[in-house]
C-alpha cells in the first residue's frame, strides 16, 4: 500500500499553459450535411503583438459544431476589418452565407478591446455589432465568447466555446501507469494539469458554478473521494470508508454530493451534505447502485443498479427514497448524463454486442444509439445540450469523441501520446 | 476447517508410510521420524497454495466463482488457516461497459473469493477487500482473451 508521501503527488501550479503543452488534438469526422458557409476575416491587430490567430481559433469552434463550414482564407479576396470595408457582391460570389469582420485595439490601461460584426452576406447587412475586452492573456477567452456570439445569433442556441472539460489520461512509462487530471478549453487548448499520480484517478464531477472538482482517486492506495479548487488547487479529501468510494456527482445547488460507498457490505447511493459533512443512505438493495446524478430540480437522481438481474438507469427520490426503473430495452443501460433540458439521457447502451452511446428520452421512453464505434463509455452532454464528449478505443488507445445529441456531427479529440478517458463537460462559466 | 483437518490427516498418513518405509527398530526413531514429517506437512500445505495459483477468472458481469478456481482457493485457505497472515483480495474488471460499475463488479467478485474463504473457516479480519475495477488491466488487448484475462481476483 502507498502511504500519502510515498505516492507521487504533483498539483500544478495552475499558471496558463500554452497550447504547446496541449494533449489533445482534434478532427471533425463528420459534419453537418448542408453547414452554414462562414467566413472569418483575420482580425486586423493594428500593431498590437499576440501569440493567438484569433480567426483560426473561432473558426475551429464553428466547425467543431459540425453546423458551420468555414471559408478558407486563401479563398477570401480581400481582408476586411470593419463592415464598411465590406464589399458584399465578392462574398455572395464565393458562396459565403455569413461573414466575421473585427479588429484588436489597446486601451490605455492595458487591456484590449476586440470590436467585431456579424454581417449576412445574403442579407447585405451587419447582423450585430459587439466589443469584448480582455489582457493579451485572454486572447483565447475572446476569440470563444466572439464564437458563442456568432453561434447564438445564428442557431438561436446559446454557445458553449467558453466552457472547460476534465479528462484524465494515463501515460505507461516503465511499465507503470502515471495518471493526470486535467482541464483544458473544449479544444483542448490551455490544458491544466490538476493532479498527477501513479495511481489510479477517475470520476470528475464539476461543481454547478465551474470552481470546483470532486473526483476519485487511489492516492492514499484505496479509493476516496477528493475536492478540489480549480483556481486555488487546494484540495481536501472527503471520505475515507472501507470499500469504494466512487462516482461523485455535485448537486444543482452545489451543496451536495451524491456518491457511491459499500462501506455497510454492498454499493449503495449516499448523499454527503458538504457543510455539515453528514452522509444520508439513499439505496437500500444487495445489487450494485452506482453512478448516480442529479435532476435539474435536485429532488432525483438518476442511477445504474443490476438489481433486476443486469445494469440499467432508474430514478431515485431523494426524499421518499421510492426507485422507478426507466430503461428496459438492452441487456446494458448505465452511467447516464442528463441533457439541460432535463429530458434526455446519454448513457452507455449495450447493443447487439458493442458498447454505444445512446440518447433516451425520458418523455417517451424512445432510445437512438448515437455511436458506431465500440468500447464507448463516459457520455457528458454540453452545457448547451448540443453535443456530447464520450471516451473510445481507437485500436488500443482511449481516446474522447464527441457527437452530437441527433448523431449528425462527429470529431475525436485523441491524446498527443497513451490513454486519454473520463471526460467531464462543465457547466456555463459565465 | 474441515479442508485443514483433512490436509493434517494426509500429512499424519505419510508420516505413518515414510515411518514404516525406515524400518524403525525402536520407538525413539519412530517419534524423531513423527516430529521430521509435522515439519513437512506444514510446508506441504504452504507448497500446495503456492503452487495453487493467486489468480481467479470470472466471467462477463458474473461475481460466480468458477468450478476451477475452487481448489486453489482450499488449498489458501488451509495455508492461511495454518499460519495467519493478512491478505488482500484485488478485484478487477474487462474493460467493457462503464468505469464506476466495473468498480463494483471487481469488489462484487473479491467479496465472493472473500466468502468461500471464511466460509471455509479463514478469519474475516485476515482479508482486505479492494476493487480496481477496470483500471489495472493485466493484458492490455482489446479482445476477448484479453478480456477473459482482466475478470479477476487477485490474491496477495
Same mark, same amino acid.
Given at each position: 500500500m502507498l502511504s500519502w508521501k510515498k505516492s507521487l503527488l504533483l498539483i500544478a501550479l495552475l499558471l496558463a499553459s500554452?497550447?504547446?503543452?496541449?494533449e489533445l488534438v482534434i478532427r471533425v469526422t463528420q459534419g453537418n450535411d448542408k453547414p452554414t458557409i462562414i467566413a472569418v476575416s483575420p482580425i486586423a491587430l493594428n500593431g498590437i503583438q499576440i501569440e493567438e490567430d484569433i480567426g483560426r481559433i473561432i473558426e475551429g469552434d464553428l466547425t467543431r459544431s459540425g453546423l458551420f463550414s468555414a471559408m478558407p482564407?486563401? /479563398?477570401? %479576396?480581400a481582408f476586411p $476589418?470593419?463592415?464598411? /470595408? *465590406?464589399?458584399?457582391r465578392d462574398w455572395r460570389i464565393l458562396g459565403t452565407e455569413y461573414l466575421v469582420v473585427g479588429s484588436l485595439i489597446a486601451i490605455d490601461d492595458g487591456s484590449y478591446q476586440l470590436d467585431f460584426s456579424l454581417l449576412s452576406v445574403t442579407g447585405q447587412k451587419a447582423v450585430f455589432e459587439h466589443s469584448v475586452r480582455g489582457t493579451k492573456v485572454q486572447m483565447r477567452d475572446l476569440a470563444h465568447l466572439m464564437s458563442d456570439k456568432i453561434y447564438q445569433e445564428i442557431t438561436g442556441i446559446r454557445g458553449a466555446f467558453s466552457t472547460r472539460i476534465a479528462y484524465v489520461t494515463a501515460n505507461r512509462v516503465k511499465g507503470k501507469f502515471i495518471y493526470r487530471l486535467n482541464v483544458s478549453d473544449t479544444?483542448?487548448?490551455?490544458e491544466k494539469l490538476m493532479l498527477e499520480s501513479r495511481e489510479p484517478i477517475m470520476s470528475p464531477s464539476w461543481s454547478p458554478n465551474g470552481k470546483d472538482l470532486a473526483y476519485v482517486s487511489f492516492e492514499t492506495g484505496r479509493p476516496a473521494i477528493f475536492r478540489q479548487n480549480l483556481v486555488t488547487a487546494e484540495r481536501q479529501q472527503l471520505t475515507n470508508f472501507s470499500g469504494l468510494n466512487g462516482a461523485p456527482s455535485w448537486s444543482p445547488d452545489g451543496e451536495k454530493l451524491a456518491l457511491v460507498l459499500s462501506k455497510d457490505g454492498n454499493p449503495e447511493i449516499y448523499m454527503l451534505d %458538504? $457543510?455539515? !459533512?453528514r452522509f444520508t443512505r439513499l439505496t437500500r438493495h444487495f445489487a450494485i447502485d452506482t453512478e448516480p446524478t442529479w435532476m435539474p430540480d435536485g429532488k432525483h437522481l438518476l442511477f445504474t443498479s443490476d438489481r433486476g438481474g443486469s445494469p440499467q438507469i432508474y430514478k431515485l !427520490? *431523494? *426524499?421518499?427514497?421510492k426507485v422507478q426503473r426507466l430503461t428496459f430495452r438492452g441487456n446494458y443501460n448505465a452511467r447516464a448524463s442528463l441533457a439541460p433540458d432535463g429530458r434526455t439521457l446519454a448513457l452507455v447502451h449495450r447493443g447487439t454486442d458493442v458498447f454505444h452511446i445512446a440518447s433516451f428520452d425520458l418523455i417517451t421512453g424512445r432510445l437512438i444509439e448515437l &455511436?458506431? &464505434?465500440? %468500447?464507448?463509455e463516459s457520455p457528458t452532454v454540453a452545457p448547451n445540450g448540443a453535443m456530447l464528449i464520450y471516451a473510445t478505443k481507437q485500436g488500443d488507445r482511449g481516446v474522447l469523441a464527441a457527437v452530437s445529441l441527433d448523431a449528425g456531427v462527429r470529431y475525436v479529440l485523441p491524446a498527443r501520446s497513451g490513454d486519454v478517458r473520463e471526460p467531464a463537460w462543465s457547466p456555463f462559466l459565465r | 476447517m474441515k479442508n485443514s483437518k483433512k490436509f493434517a490427516l494426509t500429512a499424519v498418513l505419510l508420516s505413518l508410510l515414510v515411518g514404516c518405509s525406515t524400518a524403525?527398530? =525402536? =520407538?525413539t526413531t519412530v517419534i524423531e521420524d513423527t516430529t521430521v514429517q509435522t515439519v513437512q506437512a506444514d510446508t506441504t500445505i504452504e507448497d500446495a497454495a503456492a503452487a495453487a495459483g493467486s489468480v481467479f477468472y470470472f466471467d462477463f458481469d458474473k461475481a460466480v466463482l468458477k468450478v476451477e478456481s475452487r481448489a486453489a482457493l482450499l488449498a489458501h485457505s488451509s495455508a492461511l488457516m495454518a499460519s495467519p497472515r493478512s491478505v488482500r483480495l484485488e478485484g478487477h474488471a474487462d474493460e467493457r461497459g462503464t468505469r464506476e460499475y466495473n468498480m463494483a463488479l471487481g469488489e462484487r467478485r473479491a467479496n465472493a473469493v472473500k466468502e468461500f474463504m471464511v466460509l471455509q473457516?479463514?478469519?474475516?479480519?485476515?482479508i482486505e477487500v479492494i476493487s480496481y475495477g477496470e483500471e489495472r488491466a493485466a493484458s492490455y488487448g482489446s479482445n476477448d482473451s484479453a478480456w477473459e484475462m482482466n475478470r479477476r481476483v487477485e490474491l496477495k
Amino acid at each position: 500500500m502507498l502511504s500519502w508521501k510515498k505516492s507521487l503527488l504533483l498539483i500544478a501550479l495552475l499558471l496558463a499553459s500554452g497550447s504547446a503543452w496541449s494533449e489533445l488534438v482534434i478532427r471533425v469526422t463528420q459534419g453537418n450535411d448542408k453547414p452554414t458557409i462562414i467566413a472569418v476575416s483575420p482580425i486586423a491587430l493594428n500593431g498590437i503583438q499576440i501569440e493567438e490567430d484569433i480567426g483560426r481559433i473561432i473558426e475551429g469552434d464553428l466547425t467543431r459544431s459540425g453546423l458551420f463550414s468555414a471559408m478558407p482564407r486563401r /479563398d477570401m %479576396l480581400a481582408f476586411p $476589418a470593419t463592415a464598411i /470595408d *465590406v464589399y458584399f457582391r465578392d462574398w455572395r460570389i464565393l458562396g459565403t452565407e455569413y461573414l466575421v469582420v473585427g479588429s484588436l485595439i489597446a486601451i490605455d490601461d492595458g487591456s484590449y478591446q476586440l470590436d467585431f460584426s456579424l454581417l449576412s452576406v445574403t442579407g447585405q447587412k451587419a447582423v450585430f455589432e459587439h466589443s469584448v475586452r480582455g489582457t493579451k492573456v485572454q486572447m483565447r477567452d475572446l476569440a470563444h465568447l466572439m464564437s458563442d456570439k456568432i453561434y447564438q445569433e445564428i442557431t438561436g442556441i446559446r454557445g458553449a466555446f467558453s466552457t472547460r472539460i476534465a479528462y484524465v489520461t494515463a501515460n505507461r512509462v516503465k511499465g507503470k501507469f502515471i495518471y493526470r487530471l486535467n482541464v483544458s478549453d473544449t479544444d483542448g487548448a490551455r490544458e491544466k494539469l490538476m493532479l498527477e499520480s501513479r495511481e489510479p484517478i477517475m470520476s470528475p464531477s464539476w461543481s454547478p458554478n465551474g470552481k470546483d472538482l470532486a473526483y476519485v482517486s487511489f492516492e492514499t492506495g484505496r479509493p476516496a473521494i477528493f475536492r478540489q479548487n480549480l483556481v486555488t488547487a487546494e484540495r481536501q479529501q472527503l471520505t475515507n470508508f472501507s470499500g469504494l468510494n466512487g462516482a461523485p456527482s455535485w448537486s444543482p445547488d452545489g451543496e451536495k454530493l451524491a456518491l457511491v460507498l459499500s462501506k455497510d457490505g454492498n454499493p449503495e447511493i449516499y448523499m454527503l451534505d %458538504l $457543510a455539515s !459533512n453528514r452522509f444520508t443512505r439513499l439505496t437500500r438493495h444487495f445489487a450494485i447502485d452506482t453512478e448516480p446524478t442529479w435532476m435539474p430540480d435536485g429532488k432525483h437522481l438518476l442511477f445504474t443498479s443490476d438489481r433486476g438481474g443486469s445494469p440499467q438507469i432508474y430514478k431515485l !427520490n *431523494v *426524499v421518499s427514497k421510492k426507485v422507478q426503473r426507466l430503461t428496459f430495452r438492452g441487456n446494458y443501460n448505465a452511467r447516464a448524463s442528463l441533457a439541460p433540458d432535463g429530458r434526455t439521457l446519454a448513457l452507455v447502451h449495450r447493443g447487439t454486442d458493442v458498447f454505444h452511446i445512446a440518447s433516451f428520452d425520458l418523455i417517451t421512453g424512445r432510445l437512438i444509439e448515437l &455511436t458506431e &464505434t465500440r %468500447l464507448d463509455e463516459s457520455p457528458t452532454v454540453a452545457p448547451n445540450g448540443a453535443m456530447l464528449i464520450y471516451a473510445t478505443k481507437q485500436g488500443d488507445r482511449g481516446v474522447l469523441a464527441a457527437v452530437s445529441l441527433d448523431a449528425g456531427v462527429r470529431y475525436v479529440l485523441p491524446a498527443r501520446s497513451g490513454d486519454v478517458r473520463e471526460p467531464a463537460w462543465s457547466p456555463f462559466l459565465r | 476447517m474441515k479442508n485443514s483437518k483433512k490436509f493434517a490427516l494426509t500429512a499424519v498418513l505419510l508420516s505413518l508410510l515414510v515411518g514404516c518405509s525406515t524400518a524403525p527398530t =525402536d =520407538d525413539t526413531t519412530v517419534i524423531e521420524d513423527t516430529t521430521v514429517q509435522t515439519v513437512q506437512a506444514d510446508t506441504t500445505i504452504e507448497d500446495a497454495a503456492a503452487a495453487a495459483g493467486s489468480v481467479f477468472y470470472f466471467d462477463f458481469d458474473k461475481a460466480v466463482l468458477k468450478v476451477e478456481s475452487r481448489a486453489a482457493l482450499l488449498a489458501h485457505s488451509s495455508a492461511l488457516m495454518a499460519s495467519p497472515r493478512s491478505v488482500r483480495l484485488e478485484g478487477h474488471a474487462d474493460e467493457r461497459g462503464t468505469r464506476e460499475y466495473n468498480m463494483a463488479l471487481g469488489e462484487r467478485r473479491a467479496n465472493a473469493v472473500k466468502e468461500f474463504m471464511v466460509l471455509q473457516g479463514v478469519s474475516s479480519g485476515l482479508i482486505e477487500v479492494i476493487s480496481y475495477g477496470e483500471e489495472r488491466a493485466a493484458s492490455y488487448g482489446s479482445n476477448d482473451s484479453a478480456w477473459e484475462m482482466n475478470r479477476r481476483v487477485e490474491l496477495k
